[in-house]
């Protein structure tokens, strides 16, 4: 035994005496990752967060949320002398006065847009692979709590510099709390001190913002990796992966070293990012005031498409015994979405109800295997894309020299016809897929190969799939619709009919799909040809 | 049901294929020295960003194509820290990927439901503690502990009371009186008619009374936008026509959908857009919403002359300016 592993084995032996841990790490260093490049997505969030922490450390130790008014007296000539609140000046002290400053200023901020886009995409991997499914529903509740936690954090954290930009941003904000009905302008005078903009309200959001969010998603990452390791990974279908077990490469040392190295990978681009590409230049925008505005405002992506349903929102408002009712707040910023997040957070139980299915899946969907909700997630991502476009109204106009008007009113018809659109088309292209497996394996890949044969006939030769990749194109449950029944064995009446009809329905569209090939089908083949 | 059809049968997992550094040392060193000059380039790149937090002038700028004049000492700072994160991370990931076992492993999986003896004793414990602490029994106890537990929760709710104060109606007050001066924002002058031509827009304010201080708050409220067109192209009721001033026009400069400042004015079709939610008013009918989200047309602040010739505010706004809440009537 060399001097170096005596001394390791000592230290080992120090900590096993008093924590017991030789046991555990033994069984969860061999733990058995899948591997996918899909199942990074969630990675890059996990490691956009670690870098936020890192990089909004940084930025505390200069930044000041006060909105006390101060002279501009830094290094940045074209605002000297300006009056402004200290968020601001801090904040342009950062950027210009504060070696590297700018530097984790532009990381912070990328980071913050990396890591909302990989929570997204994150979840449309789980979303389109059927990664929710039991015993998962918990993780996507919380990993939807994490995506509504995200998108608030990243908008206070854009607000606290106090300028132009941002404090339009937190007027609009300011304008939603006071459209809720009955408690609105209460509410909306506890949160910013009184009427807006208050001098209070900075700091206040910076509280929440450095300490209250990121704690309690610090808390929820922690569960949500917890029960990641717990439940064991999904993984993809293939060749000798079944629900009963896990087919990968051991934690110790392969996913240490390519996990780890990610997360480098992940602060690198974050770095280069920061280093090559200015974002929120916020010295451009000058100090908040009231009275004034920036001309083509934007929001940051993530909140675009709620800026966008508010700018086509049409202008109802309801006046009645005194009161008013802001239907053109209320229904694009809160009712649509809360029914957006609400509907997402329950997928899993509507799906089951729909399928019957109350069983454990740990053998991912391939997307098209699932028609109808691969369809609803696509017409999902158009509702989004189209409202995000209308986000961008002004800019479009001004890029493309189109009328505002016309975008608005295409985006206003577009929100409601091109999602069911984009439902049936992407249902249809499921079943077309479905199709074309099913020729596949029955009939082989066309090789391009054209043969002549002895009669005078071309005919194109096909090669036979491996096993393998028949297997693949073939694993899948085909599960049928849910028999309606309406009066049980002995006679009686269902006493849910409404509900059992509505599920028989749902199920019956959840089902259509190709038949998939079988083992007889192939038989029967293989018969005709000799 | 097609299932109940046999499927094909799983071929199983395929046999392991060995990477060329598995079974060719050459192939392996190669991998082994492209890890550790992956691992030398990180090194590089912290002596650049070393070099540049220690020696490139803050204020020094270099030209790059495609990102233009670009300060040196950040540049510096950021590829340097790029290249030393990005030399670890590719170098640990080809580690990996080349050098270390790529054998694919098998583990079990076990269904997450506990086995039916443990949930079984897991519910007769429960019941036994439960039974222990005799909550079923003492239902005093219990409903005093409700009682207390549920009273106990209003105390910090309370306490967030000073959060703010109470709207009361200050909502619905401006600083705008009857005889309030307009002034320019900025500059805080005084304005006379004539200080405006036919087409021009000017921000003003009303006029500070000694010793008050204008603060953003009053700045919220306040603002107001001047527009000075013809007077025959107003098309404005008696009324609203006596609140011009020869062919002056003052509205609140605050968006009625979200509070926006509705800062641009198209000079040939007499529009003001609020580039927030581009809600659209017309100037010569009172500001009347023509497109957009907004459901309110912008309150119009009636303005005539005083002795002096200068701008200045018949009344307050009848009007709450800002956009709407729930009280507002």
Same mark, same amino acid.
């Given at each position: 035994?060399?001097?170096? +592993?005596?001394?390791?084995g000592?230290?080992a032996?120090?900590?096993?005496?008093?924590?017991?841990?030789?046991?555990?790490?033994?069984?969860?260093?061999?733990?058995?990752?899948?591997?996918?490049?899909?199942?990074m997505?969630?990675?890059?969030?996990?490691?956009?967060?670690?870098?936020?922490?890192?990089?909004?450390?940084f930025?505390?130790?200069?930044?000041?949320?006060?909105?006390e008014?101060?002279?501009?007296?830094?290094?940045y000539?074209?605002?000297?002398?300006?009056?402004?609140?200290?968020?601001?000046?801090?904040?342009l002290?950062?950027?210009?006065?504060?070696?590297?400053?700018?530097?984790?200023?532009?990381?912070?901020?990328?980071?913050?847009?990396?890591?909302?886009?990989?929570?997204?995409?994150?979840? =449309?991997?789980?979303?389109?692979?059927?990664?929710?499914?039991?015993?998962?529903?918990?993780?996507?509740?919380?990993?939807?709590?994490?995506?509504?936690?995200?998108?608030?954090?990243?908008?206070?954290? %854009?607000?606290?510099?106090?300028?132009? @930009?941002?404090?339009?941003?937190?007027?609009?904000?300011?304008?939603?709390?006071?459209?809720?009905?009955?408690?609105?302008?209460?509410?909306?005078?506890?949160?910013?001190?009184?009427?807006? #903009?208050?001098?209070?309200?900075? #700091?206040?959001?910076?509280?929440?913002?450095?300490?209250?969010?990121?704690?309690?998603?610090?808390?929820?990452?922690?569960?949500?990796?917890?029960?990641?390791?717990?439940?064991?990974?999904?993984?993809?279908?293939?060749?000798?992966?079944? +629900?009963?077990?896990?087919?990968? %490469?051991?934690?110790?040392?392969?996913?240490?070293?390519?996990?780890?190295?990610?997360?480098?990978?992940?602060?690198?681009?974050?770095?280069?990012?920061?280093?090559?590409?200015?974002?929120?230049?916020?010295?451009?925008?000058? #100090?908040?005031?009231?009275?004034?505005?920036?001309?083509?405002?934007?929001?940051?992506? %993530?909140?675009?498409?709620?800026?966008?349903?508010?700018?086509?929102?049409?202008?109802?408002?309801?006046?009645?015994?005194? %009161?008013?009712?802001?239907?053109?707040?209320?229904?694009?910023?809160?009712?649509?979405?809360?029914?957006?997040?609400?509907?997402?957070?329950?997928?899993?139980?509507?799906?089951?109800?729909?399928t019957?299915?109350?069983?454990?899946h740990?053998?991912?969907?391939?997307?098209?295997?699932? #028609?109808?909700?691969?369809?609803?997630g696509?017409?999902?991502?158009?509702? &989004?894309?189209?409202? =995000?476009?209308?986000?961008?109204?002004?800019?479009?106009?001004?890029?493309?020299?189109?009328?505002?008007?016309?975008?608005?009113?295409?985006?206003?018809?577009?929100?409601?016809?091109?999602?069911? @659109?984009?439902?049936? &088309?992407?249902?249809?292209?499921?079943?077309?897929?479905?199709?074309?497996?099913?020729e596949?394996?029955?009939?082989?890949? +066309?090789?391009?190969?054209?043969?002549? =044969?002895?009669?005078? +006939?071309?005919?194109?030769?096909?090669?036979?799939?491996?096993?393998?990749?028949?297997?693949?194109?073939?694993?899948?449950?085909?599960?049928?619709?849910?028999?309606?029944?309406?009066?049980?064995?002995?006679?009686?009446?269902?006493?849910?009919?409404?509900?059992?009809?509505?599920q028989?329905?749902?199920?019956?569209?959840?089902?259509?799909?190709?038949?998939?090939?079988?083992?007889?089908?192939?038989?029967?083949?293989?018969?005709?040809?000799? | 049901?097609?299932?109940?059809?046999?499927?094909?049968?799983?071929?199983?997992?395929?046999?392991?294929?060995?990477?060329?550094?598995?079974?060719d040392?050459?192939?392996?060193?190669?991998?082994?020295?492209?890890?550790?000059?992956?691992?030398?380039?990180?090194?590089?790149?912290?002596?650049?960003?070393?070099?540049?937090?220690?020696?490139?002038?803050?204020?020094?700028?270099?030209?790059?194509?495609?990102?233009?004049?670009?300060?040196a000492?950040?540049?510096?700072?950021?590829?340097?820290?790029?290249?030393?994160?990005?030399?670890?991370?590719?170098?640990?990931?080809?580690?990996?990927?080349?050098?270390?076992?790529? /054998?694919?492993?098998?583990?079990?999986?076990?269904?997450?439901?506990?086995?039916?003896?443990?949930?079984?004793?897991?519910?007769?414990s429960?019941?036994?503690?439960?039974?222990?602490?005799?909550?079923?029994?003492?239902?005093?106890?219990?409903?005093?502990?409700?009682?207390?537990?549920?009273?106990?929760?209003?105390?910090?709710?309370?306490?967030?009371?000073?959060?703010?104060?109470?709207?009361?109606?200050?909502?619905?007050?401006?600083?705008?009186?009857?005889?309030?001066?307009? !002034?320019?924002?900025?500059?805080?002058?005084?304005i006379?008619?004539?200080?405006?031509?036919?087409?021009?827009?000017?921000? !003003?304010?009303?006029?500070?009374?000694?010793?008050?201080?204008? /603060?953003?708050?009053?700045?919220?409220?306040?603002?107001?936008?001047?527009?000075?067109?013809?007077?025959?192209?107003?098309?404005?009721?008696?009324?609203?026509?006596?609140?011009?001033?020869?062919?002056?026009?003052?509205?609140?400069?605050?968006?009625?959908?979200? *509070?926006?400042? !509705?800062?641009?004015?198209?000079?040939?079709?007499?529009?003001?857009?609020?580039?927030?939610?581009?809600?659209?008013?017309?100037?010569?009918?009172?500001?009347?919403?023509?497109? *957009?989200?907004?459901?309110?047309?912008?309150?119009?602040?009636?303005?005539?002359?005083?002795?002096?010739?200068?701008?200045?505010?018949?009344?307050?706004f009848?009007?709450?300016?800002?956009?709407?809440?729930?009280?507002?009537?």
């Amino acid at each position: 035994m060399s001097a170096k +592993e005596r001394v390791a084995g000592n230290v080992a032996n120090y900590v096993d005496e008093r924590t017991g841990s030789a046991k555990w790490l033994k069984k969860n260093l061999n733990k058995v990752f899948p591997d996918h490049w899909s199942f990074m997505l969630g990675e890059i969030a996990l490691y956009s967060f670690v870098i936020l922490l890192l990089s909004g450390t940084f930025l505390t130790f200069w930044f000041d949320p006060s909105m006390e008014h101060v002279v501009y007296k830094g290094s940045y000539q074209p605002l000297k002398d300006v009056e402004m609140s200290a968020a601001y000046a801090s904040a342009l002290n950062i950027s210009f006065d504060v070696r590297g400053g700018l530097l984790m200023r532009q990381i912070h901020h990328w980071a913050a847009l990396i890591f909302i886009a990989a929570i997204v995409v994150h979840l =449309l991997r789980v979303f389109f692979t059927g990664a929710f499914r039991k015993p998962r529903e918990f993780n996507w509740i919380l990993g939807v709590g994490l995506l509504t936690l995200a998108i608030v954090e990243g908008f206070l954290g %854009y607000s606290l510099p106090d300028d132009l @930009l941002s404090g339009t941003g937190v007027r609009i904000a300011h304008a939603i709390i006071q459209a809720i009905p009955v408690v609105g302008t209460y509410l909306s005078f506890f949160a910013f001190g009184g009427a807006f #903009p208050s001098e209070i309200f900075i #700091p206040r959001i910076y509280v929440v913002h450095i300490l209250l969010i990121p704690g309690i998603m610090l808390a929820l990452i922690t569960v949500h990796l917890m029960l990641v390791w717990y439940q064991k990974h999904t993984q993809y279908p293939g060749p000798g992966r079944t +629900e009963k077990n896990v087919v990968g %490469y051991p934690l110790m040392p392969v996913y240490m070293a390519k996990a780890g190295g990610f997360f480098f990978i992940v602060f690198g681009v974050t770095a280069l990012l920061g280093a090559t590409a200015s974002i929120n230049p916020l010295w451009l925008y000058g #100090p908040y005031t009231p009275g004034q505005v920036t001309a083509g405002s934007q929001p940051d992506w %993530y909140m675009g498409w709620l800026d966008g349903l508010v700018r086509m929102a049409p202008p109802w408002e309801t006046y009645a015994f005194g %009161y008013t009712i802001s239907w053109n707040i209320l229904i694009p910023a809160l009712i649509v979405p809360g029914i957006i997040f609400t509907g997402m957070a329950l997928y899993p139980f509507i799906e089951s109800w729909i399928t019957g299915d109350k069983r454990e899946h740990h053998i991912l969907d391939r997307p098209r295997n699932v #028609p109808n909700r691969t369809a609803l997630g696509a017409m999902s991502i158009t509702f &989004i894309i189209v409202s =995000l476009i209308n986000g961008g109204n002004d800019l479009i106009a001004t890029h493309f020299d189109l009328s505002i008007n016309q975008i608005m009113w295409g985006t206003r018809i577009g929100i409601i016809v091109l999602p069911p @659109l984009a439902f049936v &088309i992407t249902k249809r292209i499921c079943l077309s897929l479905q199709r074309a497996d099913r020729e596949l394996v029955l009939h082989g890949r +066309e090789t391009g190969r054209l043969v002549m =044969l002895p009669h005078g +006939e071309f005919v194109e030769v096909h090669e036979e799939l491996t096993p393998e990749k028949k297997w693949l194109l073939t694993q899948h449950e085909q599960a049928a619709p849910i028999e309606l029944e309406l009066v049980d064995q002995a006679g009686v009446r269902n006493p849910k009919t409404f509900r059992a009809k509505l599920q028989a329905r749902f199920s019956a569209a959840n089902a259509e799909a190709v038949a998939k090939p079988t083992a007889q089908d192939l038989k029967q083949l293989e018969n005709e040809h000799h | 049901m097609s299932n109940e059809l046999a499927p094909l049968s799983d071929p199983g997992l395929p046999a392991h294929v060995h990477r060329k550094a598995d079974i060719d040392p050459v192939a392996e060193k190669r991998a082994e020295q492209q890890v550790a000059v992956l691992f030398a380039i990180s090194a590089f790149g912290t002596l650049l960003f070393i070099y540049s937090y220690l020696f490139i002038d803050t204020e020094s700028f270099v030209f790059i194509p495609v990102m233009g004049n670009t300060n040196a000492h950040q540049l510096g700072l950021g590829m340097g820290l790029a290249i030393a994160l990005l030399g670890i991370g590719f170098g640990a990931v080809h580690w990996a990927k080349t050098l270390m076992s790529d /054998t694919e492993v098998i583990a079990e999986r076990h269904e997450m439901r506990s086995e039916d003896a443990d949930r079984d004793a897991f519910v007769a414990s429960v019941k036994e503690r439960s039974e222990v602490a005799g909550l079923g029994r003492r239902s005093l106890i219990k409903r005093t502990l409700g009682l207390s537990v549920g009273l106990v929760g209003i105390s910090p709710i309370l306490l967030l009371g000073d959060l703010g104060p109470l709207p009361g109606k200050s909502l619905e007050e401006t600083n705008w009186r009857r005889g309030t001066r307009l !002034v320019t924002d900025p500059g805080d002058r005084p304005i006379k008619p004539a200080d405006l031509e036919v087409g021009a827009v000017a921000q !003003v304010l009303p006029e500070l009374r000694p010793g008050q201080k204008r /603060t953003l708050n009053d700045i919220a409220k306040d603002a107001v936008l001047l527009i000075r067109l013809r007077t025959e192209e107003f098309q404005l009721d008696a009324e609203r026509l006596s609140w011009t001033y020869e062919g002056i026009i003052a509205f609140s400069k605050i968006c009625s959908h979200m *509070g926006c400042a !509705v800062a641009l004015y198209e000079q040939t079709t007499k529009h003001l857009l609020c580039p927030c939610h581009q809600s659209t008013f017309d100037v010569t009918r009172a500001a009347k919403v023509i497109f *957009g989200p907004s459901a309110r047309p912008l309150p119009q602040l009636a303005i005539t002359v005083d002795a002096d010739g200068n701008l200045m505010a018949q009344k307050p706004f009848n009007e709450a300016v800002g956009p709407s809440y729930w009280e507002r009537s």
